[in-house]
Every structure is written in C-alpha cells, then in structure tokens.
C-alpha cells in the first residue's frame, strides 16, 4: 500500500484535473473499498477527521501548496495498473465519484454515520481515523443505511 501511488493512480484517472480536496476524498473512498475487500488498505498512514473531512496528512502536505487548484503531477511514484488489486478500487471511485465537485465529496466523507463522523471533534487537530471505522462504515453503506 502506498498513498503516493494511489495519488497518482487517481491523478492519472483524473487526467490532471483534481484539488487536493477531492483527491484526499477520493483517495479515502478507494482505501474503504479495500479494507471492505478483505485488503489492507490503500493509504501509508492513517487518516485524520479534519473540518473538511478525512485527510491523509502526507499526501495533504505535499500537496498544500496547490490550494484549491489542479494539483500538477508532483508524484514520483507510478500508479498502479490493473495488474495490482489497489487498482481496481481505485478505479471503481474513479467511474462513479471522479467528476463529482468537491462539495459532493465532502457531503458523502461527512456522513453522519461514516467514520469521519464518528471522530471528528471541532476545534481539535490530529485526530485519528482507524481504519476498524472505516470498515464499519463500508459495512454500513453496504447494507444501505
């Protein structure tokens, strides 16, 4: 598992046109799609709750710079290809959520019953994301509630 990879994979997929907003969202969606297949994830690190939803602090700082803009290809990493499992989650996100706005996004990590939900306290900083949530929150929008 590699965030830098998945980011690329998802910049790629997204022909150079995401925010480092909605490549943090994307990135979120496609690490639950892992952990629901009974992987490992796809993110280096955990995910924090932060105001805009999860965020993977690597991948935020390296791509902070950006502001709301396109990020550029800043990755050194390859993506992955449909060689690799990561690929197909990735991909999965991609055709459904890759060109929803980023206010779509936040709407769907803000879910009340998600796993940024269930952590997230205004005001405070670095809180952790355990991906146990998040795979509760995969279970819980697989049964539709």
């Known amino acids: 598992m590699s965030t830098m990879r998945a980011a690329r994979t998802i910049w790629d997929g997204c022909d150079g046109k995401v925010s480092n907003l909605s490549m943090q969202k994307l990135l979120y969606l496609s690490h639950m799609l892992e ?3 009974g992987r490992d994830g796809i993110a280096s690190h955990e995910f924090e709750a932060w105001d805009y939803g999860p965020v993977e602090p690597g991948l935020y700082h ?3 710079a950006y502001g709301s803009s396109h990020v ?12 690799d499992q990561e ?10 959520l890759g060109d929803a706005p980023p206010s779509k996004l936040v709407a ?3 879910w009340d019953k998600g796993a940024w939900s269930k952590n997230y306290i205004p005001g405070m900083r670095r809180l952790s994301i355990p991906d146990e949530d998040i795979l509760e929150e995969y279970n819980l929008r697989a049964k539709g509630e």
């Open 87 to 96: 690929y197909e989650s990735i991909t999965e996100v991609l055709q459904q």
């Open 72 to 83: 550029p290809n800043v990755f050194s990493s390859q993506p992955y290809t449909g060689e």
């Open 35 to 37: 952990l629901g297949a």
């Open 62 to 64: 390296h791509l902070k």
């Open 108 to 110: 769907i990590t803000h």
